[in-house]
């Protein structure tokens, strides 16, 4: 229920919260009852609390309710039965300054009001008292008297204040959370302008639906993670309030988050060339047709990539369609039985009625959009080009066929890109559709409704950045850019949109081979941006030129480039002494010891719970130390 009076809006109120006058020092500790609330005042939310003897003042209703996960209603009184520990931040942009509230003396408070925009930060205090208290701090740098919930409900004044900030934790104190504004419109415009798929991209549509939840839930963390460039010098994260005693604590008392910045600690980077392209294929296959030493073939394939001649056979054991030791004979045998199980799907669709069509929406839709996109996709290319083409009535019978391979998924916008190489080179409408389910085993959780794990990717790309390159970070940061969402098609589609066709072909194969590791696609997105530096910084780049310089790089790339590049990084990161355990687990180059594999602390479940982000809990910083570190060796080159 929405309740107004005069120009106020009562968005959230919970009783039972006392203000500390002087929480620092137990022996003159001073409570106040009294009421917290967010409020609406012309359009401008703030946070609120006053003393009990002015309840019920501008405070007509609640309007604020939790939704249950059955989208029903929850009871405004809803109490979790324990108090979270925690304390609050927020902060605003940088390019306007506005005078912060006035802080008055400890002991001499009343009631308050602090809007959200000048809100800096939200902090989990703990005093010698023993409890647990919320210390809001403003923009301005002045603490606000800590706040004790002392009848729970931190959770609910957490969810209310997501209507309008997002809290993110802070890279250096797992007790301490920064604010930042809901601007989904700018995450939208960035996948606009990046021209995702020409129109119309279904797959982005779900992904900007709920901006915090979708967005931001995956890319607040990007963001903040490890970010210290965000607070300005002037920041109350280094002026610490009189009511701060974790000041002096160092960082691995608290649970947090590691701080990636090995930059002045990285080796050099190794000069590093690419080798010639595997041109023989039979000497690598015994009597019966095995292939002798995977390791060495793929190792080759990395390296140079492959002869166009011999394309056809190899993707079909890089994409799983025949194993490695598979002899000539069970090759024979696999093709036969994948080729009546392909055939056997086909039927189900191509058998479908027009009126039975027309009672199956999902069919129609998949239908759908494989018709708008097989009519777009790579027409360039003689295979694909003209009117009824035979390529795209191929293009479209294994889209179709695979919707039915895979229900569950169908057909997303996107797909079309990843089938037509496969089906330029093979020529076979069997052998790309079995080829296509081995790349989409690959990358199928990029298609998924949950974008979970295009989320967990833009992450690792901004773990590794990074860990590279500070201050391209830092300055990408400044720039509304953190998030690295303009990066969102290349690791879709695995960059099928940004370079030539022919060196697509070339750089999958090079990725399919899972070497040096699975998360090299995003050591080329790092060489790429890495690259782009001088242009960005010295050109002093906005957010909107540098959505519109990184969609300009489209066919300007050079493969070969970006290849070596992204393999010198890999090779100064594997040298690295100390690589932060963070980056170590998205190259894959350590084993957790058993203590990692004990269930998270209540505190990092709480954390998990308030934010309802997949990752927010803080990992405590002394289990980096208990992690066994296992490098895996470079790829042998031949």
Known sequence: MESKAGSHKLIFEKEGVYLHTNAKRSNQDTTIPGFIRIVERDGEPALEWSPLEDAGKNAPAVFYTKKDENGGEEETNFDPGYEPDWAVISTVKRDHVREPPPV????????????????????????????NFLVLTSRGGHP????????????????????????????VDGRLFLAYPHDS???????DELQMFDDGSDLVSRFIQDP?????????????????????????????GPHDTQAGHPADDEPGFELITCGAELGPRPEVSRG???????????PEGRVTDPGRVKALIFRGGITPSLR????????????????????????RVKTDEYFRMKVQWKSVSEEQEMRNSLLRGYRSLIERDVN??????????????????LLHDVLMTYCMYNFDLGYVQGMSDLLSPILFVTQNEVESFWCLTGFMDMVHQNFEESQEAMKQQLL?????????????CDYLDSQDSGSLCFCFRWLLIWFKREFAFEDILSLWEVLWTRLPCDNFHLLLASAILESQRGELIGSNHDFNTILKHINELTMKLDLHSVLCGAEAIYLQLFQCKELPVKVQEVLGLYVPSSSDEESPSSESRETECLLDQSEAGAVAAGQSHNRQTVHRPPPTYP
């Not at 606000?144 to 890279?171: C, K, V, W």
């Not at 210290?228 to 610490?240: C, D, K």
């Not at 690792?460 to 590279?468: D, E, H, I, K, Y």
Request: hydrophobic share 35%; charged share 25%.
């Open 376 to 393: 777009r996709t790579d027409r360039q290319n003689p295979f694909f080009s003209g009117n009824d083409n035979p390529g795209l009535a």
């Open 144 to 171: 606000l008297p800590p706040l004790h919930f002392h009848r729970g409900g931190t959770r609910e004044l957490l969810r209310a204040l997501q209507r309008y900030i997002i809290l993110a934790p802070s890279p």
């Open 312 to 335: 056809k056979e190899a993707w079909k054991f890089l994409l799983g369609f025949y194993p490695w030791n598979s002899t000539t004979k069970e090759r024979e045998d696999i093709v």
């Open 460 to 472: 690792q790309l901004s773990l590794l950045l990074r860990a590279l390159d500070p201050e391209l």
């Open 212 to 240: 915090y939840a979708t967005t931001f839930g995956g890319f607040s963390k990007v963001t903040n993670f490890f970010r210290g460039a965000l607070r300005p010098p002037e920041s109350p994260l280094h002026a610490h």
């Open 276 to 286: 010639q392209p595997l041109d023989k294929w039979d000497e690598f296959l015994d």
């Open 185 to 191: 419109g700018a995450l939208s415009q960035s996948f």
């Open 104 to 131: 008055r003396e400890t002991g001499q408070w009343g009631a308050f009001s602090i809007p959200l925009s000048e809100l800096y930060s939200l902090r989990r205090a703990r005093f010698s008292l023993g409890r």
